[in-house]
Antibody, heavy 120, light 110 residues
């Protein structure tokens, strides 16, 4: 069973860059079966898709965040990463990594999520 | 790209059936075969329970069913059980390799 685990600072200062990494175990980020995604959930709100990356490095971002998001994949370490620049309090959320499978059509494996708080 | 609209909360008694709606637009639900539903218990990661509108992954009880009509998708849970109490999110492909989620619905089993 594939497992994903997020890691990174839980506190980021406003205007700085949020950086998170997702480590994949029991599967490979080089697999053509999956896209790798980041999703966030602000406190008390719904889920928001941030973006997806394929093992080839092709990226797809939420238009509302596109100017601030960078995703990358490290096949040698079986990890993929998220950078979100110029953060504000509105970026405070639980950030989760997940796999997008089914060709793709659904998010089938999720990390537990990590709370990132933006402080002023 | 706007979030899909779900009721904030629904409730039902054990054994009853409930339906959660998820309303989008012709740019997402109305034009996509890729609608999925997720169950999330407090402190846990979301779990896929319905994909491609009405299909159930292996291991998901047949008490969970999904459907779609026009721009609205629906999740029905029959024979409610206490362990069904959770948050439920819908999701749809929104074109151009983008995805959109609903705001989530809290299900309370009375």
């Amino acid at each position: 069973q594939m497992q994903l685990q997020e890691s990174g600072p839980g506190l980021v200062k406003a205007s700085e860059t949020l950086s998170l990494t997702c480590t994949v175990s029991g599967g490979s980020v080089s697999s053509s079966r999956y896209y790798w995604v980041w999703i966030r959930q602000p406190p008390g709100k719904g889920l928001e898709w941030i973006g997806s990356i394929y093992f080839s490095g092709s990226t797809y971002y939420n238009p509302s965040l596109k100017s601030r998001v960078t995703m990358s994949v490290d096949t040698s370490k079986n990890k993929f990463s998220l950078k979100l620049s110029s953060v504000t309090a509105a970026d405070t959320a639980v950030y989760s990594c997940a796999s997008l499978g089914g060709n793709p059509s659904y998010f089938d494996h999720w990390g537990q999520g990590t709370l990132v708080t933006v402080s002023s | 790209q706007s979030a899909l609209t779900q009721p904030a909360s629904v409730s039902g008694s054990p054994g009853q059936s409930i339906t959660i709606s998820c309303t989008g637009t012709s740019s997402d639900i109305g034009n996509s075969n890729f609608v999925s539903w997720y169950q999330q218990h407090p402190g846990e990661a979301p779990k896929l329970i319905i994909y491609e509108g009405s299909k159930r992954p292996s291991g998901v009880f047949n008490r969970f069913s999904g459907s779609k009509s026009g721009n609205t998708a629906s999740l029905t849970i029959s024979g409610l059980q206490a362990e069904d109490e959770a948050d439920y999110f819908c999701c749809s492909y929104a074109g151009r390799d983008t995805w959109v989620f609903g705001g989530g619905t809290k299900l309370t089993v009375l």
